[in-house]
């Protein structure tokens, strides 16, 4: 049975590099979830500026080569944590929060657009910006690029992620998870420019990866805010 198709440029997407297409690649997202999964594509020689999209389950996100997903510098657009009631510690790009069967794949670019959330550049790094306040609360706007929270059999294969402008791939509280044949280009003067964070995750396989950081590359973590999820266990790399 052939797999659905959901063109993102069919739900409104320009893939200019200028206008937002976030509320176009949500919609064909959502309509793919709610009618039993497929593919959500962004199609060939297009640049898609997006601000924070939410993956649902049963959707393989594809990128076809020379497509670029690139996060809008607009930091006010930032709001939800990536740690939950810590605001401190960045806010979420791409995220998925109790989702199954989740694929981001293809041969094109999902960038983080990480030098536009920095300050000046320093001699061996850049400089970290002020926290910004939102409803009295103090926050770092800085966007982590994939934040997977809870989500049950995910694989990211084959596709370039780079420029992270805080962590990269972070997978919370995941279970049965495949990385495979990414690569993974953060500029090295971006301080908290980790690579592939797994924090309370099991059953997971990282092979074939290409990861360039000034931070961690590959860490296992159990970070406080998550706890619930236990501990870190059947991890192959």
């Known amino acids: ?9 069919a739900a409104g997407a320009v893939g200019d590099g200028l206008t937002d297409d976030a509320s176009a690649i949500q919609k064909a997202i959502d309509r793919c979830s709610a009618e039993g999964g497929g593919r959500v594509l962004l199609p060939r020689n297009h640049t898609f500026l997006a601000g924070p999209i939410e993956l649902k389950s049963n959707v393989e996100l594809y ?55 920095m300050g000046a550049e320093l001699e061996d790094s850049y400089e ?19 934040t997977l929270t809870d989500v ?31 690569q993974l280009l953060n500029n090295l003067k971006i301080r908290n420019g980790d690579g592939i964070d797994l924090d309370h995750s099991k059953n997971i396989r990282i092979s074939n990866c290409h990861i360039t950081s000034g931070d961690d590359c590959i860490c296992l973590k159990n970070r406080r805010e998550s706890e619930q999820y236990g501990s870190c266990h059947d991890i192959t790399v």
Not at 1 to 9: F, G, N, P, R, S
């Open 1 to 9: 049975m052939a797999q659905t198709v959901y063109d993102v440029l």
């Open 63 to 117: 990128l076809e080569a020379t497509t670029t997903l690139k996060a809008n510098p607009d930091e006010s657009i930032y709001h939800l944590s990536a740690f939950g009631e810590n605001r401190g510690e960045g806010m979420m790009w791409i995220y998925a929060d109790g989702a199954e069967n989740i694929t981001i794949a293809g041969k094109g670019t999902i960038h983080g657009n990480g030098i536009a959330f």
């Open 128 to 146: 970290l910006k002020e926290l910004r306040t939102l409803y009295s609360t103090l926050y770092d706007p800085r966007p982590h690029v994939l």
């Open 152 to 182: 049950k059999n995910l694989t990211i294969r084959d596709v370039t992620i780079r420029e992270g402008a805080y962590w990269t791939v972070h997978l919370v509280g995941c279970d049965e998870a495949v990385i495979d044949g990414i």
